[in-house]
């Protein structure tokens, strides 16, 4: 599985940015995506993932009420909109996936197989 990410950029507090990331591959199965994101001095924490079959989401608290994750089956894309950014969002976002990812596991961004290039999300205060 190939992942291409894309959508990343600088913008203000509040402002929204929507993150695309394409699959290559199959995504059949126990198939998920997400997004990875790690800002500089911290700790990776991923920051949403949906289930392909099913739908079946997770989100970070921190997400929560802010940002959705969606996915497009039949073009193999997910996508992350994020809305009201603040300077905490600022990171390197990566696209992530794995073909056999149980629902319990959606939170672990170590049990993703699978990484894309990763893009830079910056928020001005």
């Known amino acids: 599985v190939q992942l291409q990410a894309s959508g990343g950029g600088l913008v203000q507090a509040g402002d929204s940015l929507r993150l695309s990331c394409a699959a290559s591959?199959?995504?059949?199965?126990?198939?998920?995506m997400g997004w990875v994101r790690q800002a500089p001095g911290k700790e990776r924490e991923i920051v949403a993932a949906?289930?392909?079959?099913?739908?079946?989401?997770y989100y970070i608290d921190s997400a929560k009420g802010r940002f959705t994750i969606s996915r497009d089956s039949a073009k193999k894309t997910v996508y992350l909109q994020m809305n009201n950014l603040g300077p905490e969002d600022t990171a390197v976002y990566y696209c992530?996936?794995?073909?056999?990812?149980?629902?319990?596991?959606?939170?672990?961004?170590?049990?993703?197989?699978?990484w894309g290039q990763g893009t830079q999300v910056t928020v001005s205060s």
């Open positions: 992530v996936a794995d073909n056999a990812m149980i629902l319990s596991s959606m939170g672990t961004w170590s049990m993703y197989k699978f």
């Open positions: 591959g199959r995504t059949d199965g126990s198939y998920a």
């Open positions: 949906i289930r392909w079959r099913g739908g079946s989401t």
